[in-house]
Nanobody, 125 residues
């Protein structure tokens, strides 16, 4: 059974940085697209960034381009989301997600099969 565990969230001042980590287990992820989404209460879950494997091509949402960086460890079961220059619009619960193997990444929530429990990011002004 696939499990995803996020960590690294916390409280940071506006303009600061955080690094989120997602560790996957239960199967190999070498050919699995992985993504980050975020959600605030009362709103729909929003696409942040995704990475295809094995091509390692990355796509990002418009609101985070140039500020958030998605990377993947060589072991391929751990991904990171570096959040830089955090803004008042960025606080949310950040979730890691995977698709089934050999399917390209998507920006749609319903396309993802497995989800982590989320990690809270809070930004103070």
């Amino acid at each position: 059974q696939v499990q995803l565990v996020e960590s690294g969230g916390g409280l940071v001042q506006a303009g600061g940085s955080l690094r989120l980590t997602c560790v996957g287990s239960g199967r190999t992820f070498s050919s699995t697209a992985m993504a980050w989404f975020r959600q605030v209460p009362g709103k729909e879950r929003e696409f942040v960034a995704a990475i295809n494997m094995p091509s390692r091509t990355i796509s990002s949402g418009d609101s985070v381009k140039g500020r958030f960086t998605f990377s993947r460890e060589n072991t391929k079961s751990t991904v990171y989301l570096q959040l830089d220059n955090l803004k008042p619009d960025d606080p949310a619960v950040y979730y890691c997600a995977t698709r089934r193997p050999f399917i390209i990444a998507s920006m749609q929530v319903d396309d993802y099969e497995n989800w982590g429990q989320g990690t809270q990011v809070t930004v103070s002004s």
